[in-house]
């Protein structure tokens, strides 16, 4: 008879060493006596991932028989980083592990960074979606992610003369995380036409044809929760040859070379994840992987809907499809294809069942990142698609015809199709005509994208359709897993780990911010955390930091906006002030480590050139005799999920400064004041809310606000003004070439005293650099500043990606949590 196979426990660690060496012998077929650390990482991950799918598969079939709504999460990015912490975490038995490890003389730390980073993503767009799997499993949402199985991640980052190199990140050849379905395929059309003509019953029928067609494969990868044997689903789609197509005809009649060609052409369509954050490119191979996870998902969605045997009206209270920014735009015509050519439904009815089952967030209003695609480039790849974009948008035009009839301009402003050379496709405004709701992520973004890029949609639509939910963080891998020390701390205080699942109990903390033995032990943890990132730094950069120094850290993506240049310009005037003293005024300076890390788009020269900078001035500061501890300057390689681990437990300051109003929220500064450390920022993003929740008396905050920058843009060009003498001061000293050929940073410099200083570095220097006096003054009360870094942790359980979860699923997805089944 079949009998069901439970997986027990570890209760001990001699049955870990079982399961461990069972799966090290004959799963990875190695022999114990040359068995390495990766061959252990192998064992340990393949033990626990048995425990982890019993649970998967019961919570799958679960959520198949509950008959309840579903969340879908369409993202083309999940930057999840490493799995096996998190799955010790979530199956729990860590502490047999460790033993068991032990036992077979290897450091359960060293185990876990064998693990590479599954770093499909950019940044944080990409880490929000890995966050909110972890909160939908851990909250017993049923729900889903869908992507795309990059076969490169990210690229890896090194750091070459002081110049970024990008390597390839080839990250699959041991991933026991996914389970390759190969029954589970969709056959997905390109190019084509589209052939009219009227059925018996006089009905207008379009058919699709003469394309060709890639197939999908699916790739599951379970997501568990904590504390719940919840564990749900991120599928991920590869793409290769359709069986057609790799025949045996073109292979056995010498036409071998172009039948692996045409092989090659199809898995070229999920084999790289775009390096861009916040810079679209209009790539017909971009259009490409978008259209091909769109509709595999959907197709997906959509059978297993129809499973079901409900009616088609039924279908929004099935399927919620959550549109992370306009990626998964494509999905919103693929659906209305789907219901009227293939289900035969009406127009109206079919929209609105697209209506009610989207929802939108925006994750940027930079102009540059808004994603827009040729026509022609459409007509090409999906003319089905293209025809059903012009009549959404027919349909639209209109409405809002009918409704501002005075308002002839309207039309024009806010068309799908911009009226370029060559026409456009508005991505953002196709996904938000086809959802039910539009969300900013952070209340300042939210209020801004309804008074700027949508504003026309706001009267058109009212109010209602647009909301805020602010971004949230995983406190499972951003406290506990990140900063164990902190975690345990915190649960000695509270009775236990339930902040973990309410990350609001932290406020209890509040009653121990005086409390001397909480306040020593609170601040040997820093400490320690900042001499784990000093040997990292020692170990990869060769500098020795002084971990009782000042850490100060920015780490990002490089990018104009985010103002890396303002941070290393500030560097260079401390340089420069510290060199201008005596050695009696010197000593009663406070040491700086500044940090930096970050990625820049590989095409995006002037962030590179920001790098390149930063390591110039980290080249000299860091040699300079009269300088020796007061000031450091490194660039921390490879900036990712993993290092983020790493190096967020260890700042004392933070940098959140970017050009108020153009930082979406960022989710980074939540992460570093979870973690104990305080945050220099402007008014931007979710920087402000963070300082409602802390106290402004907590924070650094500096700068010109949002509502000002349109004007002191408009001076930059329209009026003479006087450049702050201390910036000209750093200008100057580069200009000297007292960082190396000055040539080579002429444009950074360029682009604030020539070409209008878009980002206003000059306007905000003076304000920064002074907030950033009162930092070493304020650091140097400890005080003071342990009694800040405590109540501010106590005060961020807002910040919880779990209470934006449940916000979605109040306000948009309107799904309950699924009650798990017991554990095996
Ligand atoms: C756009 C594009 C355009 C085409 C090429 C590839 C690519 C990749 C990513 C993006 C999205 C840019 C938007 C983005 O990443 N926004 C960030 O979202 C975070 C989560 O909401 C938020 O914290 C950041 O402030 C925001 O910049």
Redesign the pocket.
């Known amino acids: 008879a079949w009998q069901k196979f439970s997986a027990e426990p570890f209760n001990t660690k001699e049955q870990f060493e079982q399961e461990a060496v069972r799966h090290i012998e004959t799963t990875l077929a190695r022999s114990l006596y040359n068995c390495d650390e990766g061959a252990a990482y192998g064992g340990t991950a393949l033990a626990f991932r048995d425990r982890m799918v019993i649970d998967w598969n019961r919570t799958q079939q679960n959520q198949t028989f509950a008959d309840q709504k579903r969340v879908y999460y369409l993202s ?2 999940f930057l999840m980083g490493r799995a096996l912490d998190n799955a010790m975490l979530n199956v729990q038995q860590k502490d047999s592990a460790k033993a068991g490890l032990a036992d077979l003389g290897f450091r359960m730390e060293d185990i876990i960074n064998q693990e590479r980073d599954a770093a499909l993503g ?7 979606a890995a966050c909110f799997l972890d909160s939908l499993a851990s909250l017993n949402y049923p729900a889903w992610g869908y992507g795309l199985r990059y076969r490169y991640g990210i690229f890896k980052q090194e750091i070459i003369d002081g110049y970024q190199v990008e390597i390839p990140d080839y990250w699959l050849d041991f991933n026991p995380w996914e389970f390759p379905r190969h029954d589970v395929t969709v056959d997905i059309q390109f190019f084509g036409n589209v052939r009219k003509y009227v059925d018996d019953s006089g009905k207008q029928v379009s058919v699709w044809e003469n394309g060709e067609i890639v197939q999908a494969v699916a790739y599951d990868v379970p997501i568990p929760g904590y504390a719940t044997p919840t564990t749900n689903n991120l599928r991920l789609w590869s793409s290769k040859a359709a069986s057609g197509e790799f025949d045996f005809q073109k292979f056995n009649s010498g036409e071998y070379e172009s039948s692996v060609a045409d092989q090659q052409r199809a898995e070229t369509i999920s084999a790289v994840l ?1 390096p ?6 209009g790539k017909e191979l ?1 259009l490409k992987q978008q259209y091909f996870w769109c509709a595999a998902s959907l197709f997906d969605i959509v059978r297993r809907f129809k499973k079901s045997k409900k009616a088609w009206k039924e279908f929004p209270n099935a399927v919620a499809i959550q549109l992370n ?1 306009t ?1 998964p735009t494509l999905a919103i015509p693929e659906l209305q294809r789907i219901l009227i050519d293939q289900e035969g439904l009406e127009w109206d009815e079919a929209w609105s069942i697209v209506q009610k089952t989207f929802g939108y ?1 925006n ?2 209003v ?1 102009p540059e ?1 808004l ?1 827009k695609w040729s026509v022609p480039l459409f007509q090409h790849l999906l003319p089905r698609h293209l025809q059903i974009i012009y009549d959404i948008n027919l349909h639209f035009l209109q409405y809002v015809e009918r409704n501002f009839p005075k308002d002839r301009e309207m039309l024009g402003r806010v068309s799908i199709i911009e009226e370029s050379q060559p026409k456009m496709v508005r991505m953002a405004y196709l996904a938000l005509i086809g959802s039910h709701k539009v969300n900013g ?2 209340e300042l ?1 939210s209020d801004l994208i309804k008074t700027t890029i949508f504003k026309d949609f706001v009267k058109i639509y009212g109010p209602d359709k647009f909301t805020n939910v602010t ?1 949230g963080i995983t406190p499972r891998r951003w406290l506990h897993q990140a900063n164990p020390r902190l975690s345990e701390l915190i649960a000695s205080k509270l009775g236990g780990y339930d902040f973990l699942k309410d990350l609001t109990l932290l406020h209890k903390l509040e009653n121990y911010v005086d409390d001397k033995a909480f306040r020593k032990e609170f601040q040997e943890i820093k400490f320690a955390n900042k001499v784990r990132l000093a040997k990292h730094i020692k170990d990869t950069n060769g500098v020795s930091v002084n971990p009782a120094a000042l850490f100060d850290i920015q780490v990002k993506r490089i990018h104009e906006y985010k103002r890396q240049q303002l941070n290393i310009f500030g560097v260079i005037h401390r340089y420069l002030t510290i060199k201008s003293m005596s050695p009696e005024e010197r000593k009663k300076l406070a040491p700086r480590v500044s940090i930096f890390g970050g990625k820049a788009a590989p095409g995006y020269w002037m962030a590179k050139t920001i790098i390149h900078l930063v390591n110039a001035v980290g080249a000299v500061v860091n040699n300079d005799k009269d300088v020796g501890d007061l000031l450091k300057c490194v660039f921390v390689e490879d900036y990712n999920v993993s290092k983020a681990e790493i190096i967020v437990p260890a700042s004392d300051i933070s940098e959140h400064i970017s050009t108020a109003g153009t ?5 980074s500064n939540m992460k570093f004041v979870l973690n104990g450390g305080l945050i220099i920022g402007t008014c931007d ?2 920087n402000i809310e963070i300082t409602r929740e802390i106290g402004e008396e907590n924070i650094f905050l500096f700068g010109n606000l949002s509502e000002d920058v349109e004007d002191l843009r408009h001076a930059h060009f329209y009026s003479k003004f006087e450049f702050d003498p201390q910036l000209q001061r750093v200008f100057d000293a580069i200009k000297e070439g007292r960082f190396g050929d000055a040539g080579q940073f002429s444009a950074l410099v360029n682009g604030i005293v020539e070409h209008g200083d878009y980002y206003l570095v000059s306007d905000d220097f003076k304000s920064y650099i002074d907030t950033h006096t009162l930092i070493d003054e304020a650091y140097k009360d400890q005080e003071s500043w342990v009694s800040k870094c405590i109540t501010s942790v106590a005060r961020m359980g807002f910040f919880s990606s779990d209470r934006c979860i449940d916000e979605y699923a109040e306000m948009i997805w309107n799904v309950e949590p699924l009650s798990p089944t017991k554990k095996a």
């Open positions: 083309l990015e950019n940044g944080g767009l990409g880490r929000l775009y861009n954050d916040n810079l679209e490119r971009r920014d990626h967030t994750h940027t930079l990142a994603e992520v952070a973004h971004n930082e979406a929220s960022g989710t993003g979710a």
